[in-house]
């Protein structure tokens, strides 16, 4: 990537040079803000995170930190943990156990930093009436009435991470990829925005940032993976991520851990003692949409 | 630097050649730049608030822009249908039209252009996708696919006319061996932007809609209908407002592609309808959408009925010879055959794609007042250069536009 480099020292040159025109001419403006300036034009020239080496990935979190530190005088922790070995990650949904109360949706807002004003959510709980099968067209996602409803029987869906991903396949500018724990993830810098992906999914999986994504400085979590909950920008996509902050972390998603019914199983399907494998060996699974080829690692069963 | 000089000299006549011109050529260019305006003005708009200031939506999440894009395409490559029997089959009464078409292929390449950068959440970050300095997602993505047919037809569509009015301007015949080939790639080439295009929504299987393998053959169809019939429109104006001649057999000939076109356009959509409607499946919810509305939501149906009708009505007034030789009758075929497959391959296509959605969820789309900004902006920035190419081609061809070897060419 040397010709970006090169770019980048150009233009960087440049705007030190406009950069110090306007400290100078400002007397509120200091070193902070030439800092700044500084940093977000390393930022955007800066290569697709799939391909860079540590060091670069490193770099990358540390400008991130300390920009951070800048706007809000406030430190957050960032990971660029990559995946570990033998590691596959898998996901199972009890539809006996699940009641709607979707505690699931508010912690994986809150986890994730989801933008608050638009109520971005990648779980979608649909609420289905008893005897009609899966009927999605039917179903209600959007209830705000008391939960259990009489007659009815609840099903979540959010990113499947399929492993033959549509969304990979379309991205024009190799900005999503597959890791090789499983976990679909966004280089939320690299995206351009064209929602192609978005249009490939079957699953209705990703969201995209129509607006500057807005959460409250004190709802911030500060705990963040450069591919999982690090805040966005406008005109991104973004889906979920398995929590990968977590997960890669040993730790379950933030909806298992919040379900209040153990309906969610999160797990490695490498580890024949995990408790998705027994679940996989022993209950009739099912997964949505078998047909398309998408081979989904998500899946449903009953008691 | 022969090349160079003339080069300065040419476009310092084209200039001059822009700016000067009859009153109702000036009240036209100062109306598409009063459009252009308001269009750049939405669009800082949209550039500061995001996408969020369209109409567009997670569940629906294509809109106005992309539905411009891809009936544009059609219209670029549509030129193509003058250019092959001109330069291939000698047949020499459609040579001035061929100009024409191929300005309008470039003016319709330039505001696909920028539908799609219209459409990018970030489109300052697009040279992520210039390969050496980005990544470019080749051969996997067929947006990347359109890339490259689209950027190639562009380049193919400036060189052949650049070099023979060059050649004209210069006092020189043009040589048909050297452009002749350059023709006969963009033959299929023109081919090849559409069915790439098609094979965008062509290849995703979450949308069963456009997960159609009559989707590539019927984008063509429809673009060879109303690609040359918005040629027969153009003409019929330069032919009334300049001393270029068409000839009347030009137009007939014209009239006649359009109307295989609009037939083959037409059985398709037949066939399409009758294998949603003679048993329809949990597929063809998206073509009730579109056509009947579902769950008492319809905003299409005014457009689809409109569409079609002005579809059915002008390929039966071109099926007619007596009509279609009748100028009057041809202008008012063409431009609702034009506007039925705008709102057909426009709109008509994309949106219902994404209703249901994944999950079955019926959210309607409406373009909001920015969107339409932005877009009518675009349609006055296609006009506009047409016209530029148009009268600069024109006047090269008519000789009012030739290189003065001896002197630096003084305008006054």
Known sequence: MDRRKALSSLTAGLMIGAGAVHTSCSVTAGDKSKEQSELDWEEYFKGNYKLMTQEEKD??????????????????????????????????????KCQGYMDCVNACVEENNQDRE??????????????????????????????????????GTQCFHCDNPPCVEVCPVQATWKEDDGIVVIDYDWCVGCRYCMAACPYDGRRFNWKTPEVPEQEVNKNQHYLGNRLRKKGVMEKCTFCVQRSREGKNPACVEACPTGARVFGNLLDPTSEIRWILDNKKVFRLKEDLGTEPKFWYFMD | METFKIGLSLIKDSFFNAISGRRLYNIWMAWLTALMLVGIYCYSQQLEFGLDITGMTDRVSWGLYISNFTFLVGVAAAAVMLVMPTYILKDVDFKQSVLIGEGLAVSALLMCLAFVVADMGGPARLWHMIPGIGVFNFPNSMLTWDVIVLNGYLFINISIPLYILWMIYIGKKPNPKIYVPGVIISVFWAVGIHMVTAFLYQGLQARPFWNNALLGPRFLASAFAAGPALIIIVLAVIKRFTMFKIERKTFNKIALIVTVAAQANLIMLISELFKEFYAPTHHSESAYYLFFGLDGKGALLPWIWTSISMNVLATLVLTIKRFRENHTLLYIACGMLFLAVWIEKGFGLIIPGFIPGPWGKIAEYTPTLTEIGVTIGIWAMGAFIFTLLAKTGISIELGRMRYKKTSDVVTD
């Open chain 1, 118 to 155: 638009s109520q971005m959510q990648y779980i979608r709980i649909h609420e289905m009436e008893d005897g009609k099968s899966f009927n999605f067209n039917e179903a209600d996602d959007n209830y705000y009435h008391e939960v259990p409803a009489q007659g009815h029987f609840y099903m």
């Open chain 1, 59 to 96: 770099a990358t979190v540390k400008r991130l930190v300390r920009s951070y530190e800048l706007k809000t005088g406030k430190n957050i922790s960032m990971s660029s943990k990559g995946s570990l070995d033998n590691v596959l990650f898998g996901y199972a949904f009890n539809i006996s």
